[in-house]
Structure formats: C-alpha cells, structure tokens
C-alpha cells in the first residue's frame, strides 16, 4: 500500500466525522497551547530580568553588610548587627586595580512633602557624584549632585521621574522647587532620565541627596547601606571581586568575611535559575492535559477500529498486509497530534501577544518550544495510536467479516 493512499484514507477517515475528530484534537490543542504560552511567559521574564539586571550598572560589584550563609541568607557577624560598612571601606576600594568608580550609598525610606502640598513615601539614597556614573543613570533637567554638595552637606535633591510626576504633578516644573524629607526642607536641583526598574529597585522612584546630608542630618548614622563598584573590564570582574573582598578583611580587621560581595552574575544566575524552574513547573502542570488528549485519543481510535472491524477484514481479504492495517490506523491517530499540535501552536503564541500587548508581561516564543510542542504531538500520537493499530492489524479477516 502506498503512502499516498495512506494519506488518502487517513483524510477521508478523519472527515468522516467531523465533530469527533474536532473534540478528540480538543486536549492536544490545550496542551500544546499551554505548553507554548508558559514557556514563552518564562523565556520573556528571563530576558526582562537580564536586562533589568543589566540597566544597573555596566560589569557591576555590589557590597553588602552581613555574610551570606548558605540556607541562611545574609546575616551579620560579630556584635549581631549588619551595619558593617563604613566611609572609611570607601578609600580602600577605591585604590583597588581595576575599578573605575565607586558609590557608597545609604538607602532610607521617608514620607516626603512637596510645596504644593502633593505627599508620597518613597526611597531616599543618601550618594555621591560617582553614583551616576556607577549607575549609569543621567539628568534630564537641571545638575546631579557634586562634590562641593557632599563637603558641605547641602539640602539639594535629585528627583527620579515618577516621584517627581508624583509629588509635583505633569505641569509644574520641579527644579528649583522645594520638598521637605522628614522635617528637613531640600531644592530640587535636577531630574533623572526615565530608567525602569532594575532588579530589586526602581531608580524612577527614587530621591538622591548628598551622602554626607543623608548620614549626619536624615537618619543620623554613620554606616552605609551597600557600596557599589563599576569595574572597568568585564574580565577583571573576579580578579577585582576577590581583591576588595581581602581589602575590606584589612579594612575591617576580621579574619571572616563580616560583608558580602554580589556580582551580576551571581544575581542573573539565582534569578535565571528560579524562572527557569518556574516555567518548567507550569509547563509540567501544562502538559498534564496533554496525557489527557493522548488518552482521549486511544479511546477515539478503539471506538474507531471496533466500527470499522469489517472494513479491516475487507481490506484484509483483498490482499492488505498486518502492516498496511498498522500504518492506516497509526497514521490516522498521529494526524489528529499533528492537526492538534498546529492548531495549538498558533493559539499558544497568540495567548502570548496578548499578555505582551494587553497585560504588559514580556514573553518570547522560540522556535525551539514551537518544535519541541511538534516533536511532543507526534511523540503522543505514536505512543497512544500504536496500541488500536497493533490491535486491528491483528484481527482475523474471517471473523473480522463475521463481525456485526
């Protein structure tokens, strides 16, 4: 028997009846569907966390006080505190060979006034004029901090956009204007260029004020909340990494790490591995309805060769052979996975542009999730076909002619 004509029963088997054959491929469509939307959902957030991670800083160190633990997370050593981070850590990294910059800064979270009465509650980053530079962030209006602001402990703030928007509105002009954090009037000397949010922080939504103006008159301290480091080779990152950690060691005159030193990499790393396990885990619970389909397609497929056992014993008294039964029938069933794995592809990435373009969560659809949901469909197919075939390519003509 020629495959042509395989192909030409298969079609006229399947058209047959229309309705079953449309909700037997129902459960692959699902799957396949499902399977396509979470991947392409977790290959999107990937990508968003990569580059939010990125947008921080270009071959970025960040230093932070406590030790991490494995199974602990970070912690602090010594009196119990995570306060370890001092100005004098500063000089130490600074003369370190191969960083470019660095940006001690202390975070605080105030409610803030504006003059015009508007209030919000957001992040104040106590910073020097490095930390443009080490986060690659730029003005859009008006001047970033100076050194001659961190000497004399000034009440200027840098605004982000959205708490700018927030606490003046669209149609006032913040510079020059004034805001008051925690009981202490500050001019607004310069606007931030939008940025987004970047990892764990949204440096739209934040306030910079002189390092020095933040420790001695905001919240009275003298410790920093994380320094970072923008390193000028990316190659130099582990070199660099391990020299600040033996300078910090000296620094702090401690034998064990009292603080902690995250790479980029480190961080993409953790995050990558979480949406990686994350979307396997929806697509595993995805692809459950697919064993579902390949279920419902075996029970179409009896029910078909049980109504069609005559037609086996025909065929058979004419001259087909046990394979020729076997490839009809096993065809049949892998061309309702292959209708159902098309279908499901394309309704997999159309659920994908809609959440990109409605809900506004990145997603990306490869070409390697779309043929291994092909790959998937045919393997279902043959696995959950080859049972009815075997079955009615194993009758025997006389009694499958007998058969009522």
Same mark, same amino acid.
């Given at each position: 028997m020629r495959y042509s004509d395989i192909l030409d029963e298969t079609r006229i088997s399947l058209t047959a009846n229309k309705a079953r054959s449309g909700l037997t491929i129902l459960g692959i469509v $699902?799957?396949? +569907?499902?399977?396509?939307?979470?991947? #392409?959902? &977790?290959?999107? +957030?990937?990508? #968003?966390?990569q580059s939010s991670i990125e947008g921080l800083g270009s071959n970025l160190l960040t230093v932070l006080p406590g030790f991490v633990q494995p199974?602990? &997370?970070?912690?602090?050593?010594g009196r119990g505190t995570a306060q370890t981070l001092k100005n004098e850590d500063i000089d130490a990294l600074s003369s370190l060979e191969g960083v470019k910059a660095v940006s001690p800064e202390l975070q605080r979270r105030f409610q803030i006034t504006s003059q015009i009465g508007n209030n919000t509650n957001s992040t104040v980053v106590g910073a020097t004029d490095q930390y443009a530079a080490v986060r690659t962030v730029e003005v859009e209006n008006g001047v970033f901090l100076s050194p001659t602001h961190e000497r004399s402990m000034s009440h200027v703030a840098v605004?982000?956009?959205?708490?700018?928007?927030?606490? !003046? &509105?669209?149609?006032?002009?913040?510079?020059?204007? /004034?805001?008051?954090?925690?009981?202490?009037?500050?001019?607004?000397?310069g606007i931030l260029k939008s940025k987004g949010g970047s990892g764990f922080m949204n440096l739209d939504d934040m306030i910079l004020v002189p390092l020095s103006t933040m420790q001695k008159i905001l919240s009275g301290v003298d410790y920093l909340s994380t320094i970072a480091l923008a390193v000028e080779d990316k190659n130099q990152m582990p070199a660099v990494q391990e020299a600040a950690s033996a300078a =910090? =060691? *000296?620094?702090?005159? *401690? #034998?064990?790490?009292?603080? #902690?030193? $995250?790479s980029q990499a480190d961080i993409l790393g953790a995050l990558?591995?979480?949406?990686? /396990?994350? /979307? =396997? !885990? =929806?697509a595993s619970i995805a692809g459950i309805s697919l064993i579902v389909g390949g279920i419902g397609i075996m029970n179409m497929m009896l029910t078909t060769v049980t109504e069609r056992t005559r037609e086996i014993g025909l065929r058979m008294a004419i001259g087909a052979r046990r394979r020729d039964i076997t490839w009809q029938f096993l065809m049949e069933a892998v061309m309702l996975t292959f209708l159902g794995g098309l279908i499901g592809v394309l309704i997999g990435w159309l659920i994908a542009f809609v959440v990109a373009r409605f809900v506004g969560i990145a997603t990306e659809v490869s070409w390697q999730a779309v043929l291994t949901a092909f790959g998937v469909a045919t393997g279902i197919g043959i696995v959950f076909g080859y049972y009815p075939a075997r079955r009615a390519a194993r009758f025997n003509p006389i009694d499958a002619l007998r058969y009522e």
């Open positions: $699902i799957g396949i +569907a499902s399977v396509i939307a979470m991947v #392409s959902i &977790g290959e999107g +957030a990937k990508g #968003s966390i199974g602990r &997370g970070i912690v602090s050593s605004l982000g956009p959205t708490v700018a928007k927030d606490l !003046f &509105g669209e149609d006032v002009d913040p510079l020059n204007k /004034t805001l008051r954090i925690n009981r202490v009037n500050f001019k607004v000397i =910090l =060691l *000296v620094t702090h005159r *401690v #034998s064990e790490p009292d603080f #902690s030193i $995250i990558s591995q979480v949406t990686t /396990t994350f /979307t =396997l !885990f =929806l």
